[in-house]
């Protein structure tokens, strides 16, 4: 394994075990500080901005992880390397 991946990896068991949650204790800690921080507001469109905000890190990371094989990234996503492609251009994390 590449030394990148073993940081990579390494990060990710230090954040587990600093913090034994999986993502979606992480996600729903998230949510609910969000809401506490509405100061009576009414949230809207919350869907839309989880996914903004999730969306984009998400690739990133995947990307980085795969050493920038964007086949690797899509099997890692789960997605094929066309919807990935398109993603990334969506995004603005594409050069083409």
């Known amino acids: ?11 990710v068991s230090m954040t587990i075990g600093a913090h034994d ?43 980085d992880y795969a050493e920038g094989n964007q086949s690797r990234a899509a099997v890692i996503l789960g997605i094929n390397r066309g919807t990935l492609r398109k993603k990334l251009r969506e995004l603005g994390l594409s050069s083409g």
């Open 1 to 11: 394994m590449p030394a990148k991946n073993q940081t990579s990896m390494r990060r």
């Open 21 to 63: 949650l999986p993502l979606r204790s992480h996600a729903e800690r998230a949510l609910n500080d969000y809401f506490a921080s509405l100061n009576g507001h009414h949230p809207a469109r919350l869907y839309d901005l989880v996914m903004r905000e999730v969306e984009e890190p998400l690739f990133r990371t995947v990307l």
